[in-house]
């Protein structure tokens, strides 16, 4: 499978506890895209990466939020003291910059309860 | 006030319908993306274009950046294009809040 790929699918967390995303890219895709997706809404976007330098944080992304990309590659997403606000689905992309297109992962779906 | 807007928000269609969703932008972009979303959350990016127009398929997308302005266009449409297609500009990837096309048989 040469796609994004997004773990877990599914999360079901308890309010105020700690959760973390996995997204893995397509291996030769230096830019890698976190968003925020909620019901019947279009993606809100959170932060990217070129390589592993985080080049823009959507104001969005609370001090709660934090995302990591250590080696250029795989990144993740953490979100700190989960709040029911949180609940969405939360969407990776990549892509290799210039103009070329993206590729989304399937999406990892927060419920807090 | 969203940067990126789209119109309409819902859409419904007789199968075999000519369909145009248009993408309004206020910020000065490079090019845009039209990206589908299927029920279940998938997306797959469908178009990037900076100028002119780009076809694969049925689908067609037309951009003027000088008016700030683009169209997703389907001709003979078919149940299976039944989705939520979004706009978005690519410098920062602001996204419309996407439009809703049901395709009824």
């Known amino acids: 499978d040469t796609g994004v790929s997004q773990d877990p699918r599914h999360k079901i967390t308890k309010r105020g506890q700690n959760v973390t995303f996995r997204c893995d890219p397509i291996s030769e895709h230096n830019r890698l895209y976190w968003y925020r997706q909620t019901l019947g809404q279009g993606p809100e976007f959170l932060t990217y990466f070129q390589n592993e330098a985080q080049l823009e944080k959507s104001r969005l992304l609370s001090d709660r939020f934090s995302a990591e990309r250590p080696k250029g590659s795989f990144s993740t997403l953490e979100i700190q003291r989960t709040e029911q606000g949180d609940s969405a689905m939360y969407l990776c992309a990549s892509s290799l910059g210039g103009y070329d297109g993206y590729t989304f992962g399937s999406g990892t779906r927060l419920t807090v309860v | 006030k969203n940067e990126v807007e789209q119109s309409p928000q819902n859409l419904t269609a007789q199968e075999g319908e000519f369909i145009t969703i248009n993408c309004s932008y206020s910020v000065g972009i490079s090019a845009l993306h039209w990206l589908q979303q299927h029920p279940g959350g998938g997306i797959v990016s469908l178009f990037m274009l900076s100028s002119g127009k780009k076809k694969h398929g049925r689908l067609i997308a037309t951009i003027n950046i000088q008016e700030k302005h683009s169209s997703l266009h389907i001709t003979a449409s078919h149940p299976r294009d039944s989705a939520v297609y979004i706009c978005?500009?690519?410098?920062?990837?602001?996204f419309g809040a996407g439009t809703r096309l049901t395709v009824k048989p």
């Open positions: 978005a500009a690519h410098n920062d990837m602001r």
